[in-house]
Structures are given as C-alpha cells and as structure tokens.
C-alpha cells in the first residue's frame, strides 16, 4: 500500500482506485495485531479495530447490493426491523469467537466484488432509494450508481481515520511504520490479491 493513490486517467479508473486504496488501509491498520488487541476498545469510544474491519465489509456489502440490482431495488430483506438493526449493530462488535483473520478474509472476499462492481456496472443507473429506512431522505427518488460508489468510498475513508486513532490507542503505531510494514511481511493467501494489485 502506497501512501497515496495512484495516478488515474478516467473517472472510473479514479473510482476503482481510490476504492481500492481506502480498502487497504484496513489491512495496514491491522498489520501486527492479535485478535485480542483487534478486539479491544482502548478509547472512549467503543469501538474496536475488528469491529471497524467488520462494519467495512458489511457496508459494502450493502450499498453494493444495490449497485448490482441497479435500476432495480435489491430483495427485500422480510426480518423484523428490530432484528436487522440488532444485526446492523454488532457489525461494530468483533465477538469473541471471531479471528482477525476471518474477518479480514471476509473483508478481502468483499473488496474483490465491490472492485468487480465499479469496474462494469453503469455509473448513470438509477439506484432506489430506500423507502423503509428512516434515516434516508424522503425528498430524494434514486441515486447514480456513480453517487453510491462515492459514498462508499466516503464511508471507508471515514471510518478507517477512527481506526488509525484506535490503533494508535493500542500501541503508538501510526500508519506509514504500518504501511512499511506491512509491505515487508510475508501476506496469508487471503491478502495476496490486495498486494498483487497495490504492486501492479
């Protein structure tokens, strides 16, 4: 992971790569953790690094469900609305009886479609907006699939500064001696394609 983006031609070349670039800041902030420190919530916040890598994949998994189902709206989840935001909660908890490891693996998996998504979907297409969720706007029909990547994007960005400083919290590790880090260690098979192409 280089300590910027780089150089993009097009539009969607920049989505991708700064897409890209802000999923791998989740495997610098993780390099030399264990599962207990992953799992610990050294600030005021309640808030775990695990939990962060948890929320991550989560989010994307939502927004680019509906990337995929653009014009359409994604299958409508028929769960009580009390069990889906209990469900959207513990995305910000790693639990006891979850590894880094399999967390960064589902991560990782995600990354992978999310990238394949901006890579081919419309940018122009409709993506509804959801009229069951309250706290999305009542004055607004559809976003592009354009606006969702970058909100995507956003999304990461924001919550991988909460995780540089909760990382921080742990060991005084900052991101460029992780980044540098990280670039040296011998990677597990689940982060091989994320270095083949921050190395491409």
Not at 133 to 157: C, D, G, M, Q, Y
Not at 159 to 178: C, K, P, Q, W
Request: charge should be negative; aromatic fraction near 8%; glycine fraction near 4%.
């Amino acid at each position: 992971m280089p300590a910027l983006a780089p150089p993009v031609a097009d539009e969607r070349s920049a989505l991708r790569e700064y897409l890209a670039y802000h999923q791998s800041a989740y495997f610098a902030v993780c390099y030399g953790l264990t599962d207990e420190q992953a799992r610990s919530t050294p600030s005021v916040s309640a808030l775990s690094v695990g939990g962060l890598v948890k929320h991550a994949t989560g989010l994307q998994r939502t927004w680019m469900a509906r990337v995929a189902a653009a014009p359409g709206a994604p299958p409508k989840d028929t769960r009580p609305f009390e069990v889906i935001t209990k469900e959207f909660a513990e995305q910000h908890v790693m639990r006891p009886e979850e590894t880094l490891a399999s967390l960064l693996h589902a991560f990782q998996t995600q990354n992978a479609e999310s990238l394949r998504l901006v890579e081919t979907a419309d940018l122009d297409a409709e993506v509804p907006v959801p009229e069951d969720i309250p706290w999305f706007p009542t004055n607004t029909k559809a976003w592009s699939v354009r606006w969702v990547i970058l909100h995507v994007i956003n999304e990461l960005a924001r919550h991988a500064g909460h995780a540089d400083i909760i990382r921080e919290s742990i060991d005084g590790a900052t991101m460029y001696e992780l980044i540098a880090g990280l670039e040296n260690w011998e990677p597990q098979p689940w982060v091989t394609p994320w270095r083949k192409h921050a190395d491409a």
